[in-house]
């Protein structure tokens, strides 16, 4: 398991909660525009909000669908971590994706749990 890596997904989701988005992959908007209010989701300066698979690509320079290598992962793994319908309910009961600071905080301590537990929780 790449800790490193989640742990930087988590500190960038933390820095600027409006680039966090998990029911999307990536996301490209504009700041006030239409899909703004659309989603419901404010979206940061840069315009992009992506989830904990579409960071960690980002973040470590991969493509897309190599979430999981990425993060050193196996797929049941992933679907643990990638899906808030896996999340423990501590997690996952309270997360609004409303890319608001409580919703970082939920996300990074899921990351934290998920680390914790070597990726079976």
């Known amino acids: 398991m790449n800790?490193?890596?989640?742990?930087?997904v988590a500190k960038h989701i933390l820095a600027?909660?409006?680039r966090f988005q998990m029911?999307?992959?990536v996301c490209n908007g504009v700041p006030g525009s239409v899909l703004d209010e659309y989603t419901g989701h404010k979206f940061a300066q840069c315009g992009t909000a992506a989830c904990i698979?579409?960071?960690a690509t980002i973040l470590s320079k991969m493509e897309r669908g190599d979430e999981e290598r990425a993060l050193d992962i196996t797929y049941e793994q992933g679907q643990r971590l990638f899906y808030v319908?896996?999340?423990?309910?501590k997690f996952g009961d309270k997360f609004q994706d409303s890319g608001k600071k409580q919703d970082a905080r939920i996300a990074a301590a899921r990351i934290e749990h998920f680390i914790r537990t070597k990726g079976k929780e």
């Open 3 to 8: 800790v490193k890596l989640l742990r930087k």
């Open 16 to 18: 600027e909660p409006r």
């Open 85 to 89: 319908s896996a999340w423990p309910n």
């Open 53 to 55: 698979g579409g960071w």
């Open 23 to 25: 029911s999307t992959w």
